[in-house]
């Protein structure tokens, strides 16, 4: 099969890949792109471990041919460390204690990066819903609410460059 150039923009950075056109994009991620936090957990698209945002919205890495995703604007939890310091999402997660092994929260942190830019004023019940997306072994999900709703009421608060 004859490998295929794509261009990604992954977190600010271009990428120029070759590769098999049924690479899956976790894969050119965390092989050509050499970015791990992306994690591979079921491989079919249920865990949402691997969930990176493709332009903008949530996107299952593990379900997208790399080249698909050619000439895309990809953002993945590496981007969250620019500035030395957590998030406000990340940083409600570790106050409400919404993580322990760590496996399933970058796919969470990207999940809800996403949604809350959408739905700044979520309810428990919608977070669920959401959530229902992303499996998690250790937390038993509760903390998980409770931080992102922290994380929706102090996004709110914080003042608008607007």
Do not use: W
């Given at each position: 099969?004859?490998?295929?150039?794509i261009?990604?923009?992954?977190?600010?950075?271009?990428?120029?890949?070759?590769?098999?056109?049924?690479?899956?994009?976790?894969?050119?991620?965390?092989?050509?792109?050499?970015?791990?936090?992306?994690h591979?957990?079921?491989?079919?698209?249920?865990?949402?471990?691997?969930?990176?945002?493709?332009?903008?919205?949530?996107?299952?890495a593990?379900?997208?041919?790399?080249?698909?995703?050619?000439?895309?604007?990809?953002?993945?939890?590496?981007?969250?460390?620019?500035?030395?310091?957590?998030?406000?999402?990340q940083?409600?997660?570790?106050?409400?204690?919404?993580?322990?092994?760590?496996?399933?929260t970058?796919?969470?942190?990207?999940?809800?990066?996403a949604?809350?830019?959408?739905?700044?004023?979520?309810t428990?019940?919608?977070?669920?819903?959401?959530?229902?997306?992303?499996l998690?072994?250790?937390?038993?999900?509760?903390?998980?609410?409770?931080?992102?709703?922290?994380?929706a009421?102090?996004?709110?608060?914080?003042?608008?460059?607007?």
């Open positions: 099969m004859e490998r295929t150039l261009h990604l923009e992954v977190n600010g950075t271009s990428h120029a890949v070759h590769c098999d056109p049924r690479k899956l994009l976790s894969d050119v991620l965390r092989e050509d792109c050499r970015l791990t936090g992306t591979v957990g079921c491989e079919h698209g249920v865990c949402g471990a691997c969930t990176v945002q493709i332009d903008g919205q949530a996107a299952r593990c379900l997208t041919f790399a080249v698909q995703a050619d000439e895309a604007r990809i953002t993945t939890i590496e981007s969250f460390d620019a500035a030395g310091r957590l998030s406000v999402l940083q409600a997660l570790h106050e409400c204690h919404g993580l322990q092994c760590g496996f399933c970058p796919g969470i942190v990207m999940t809800f990066d949604y809350l830019r959408e739905n700044p004023h979520p428990a019940a919608e977070i669920r819903e959401v959530l229902s997306g992303n998690c072994r250790c937390t038993g999900y509760q903390n998980i609410v409770r931080a992102v709703l922290l994380a009421e102090r996004l709110c608060a914080e003042p608008s460059d607007v």
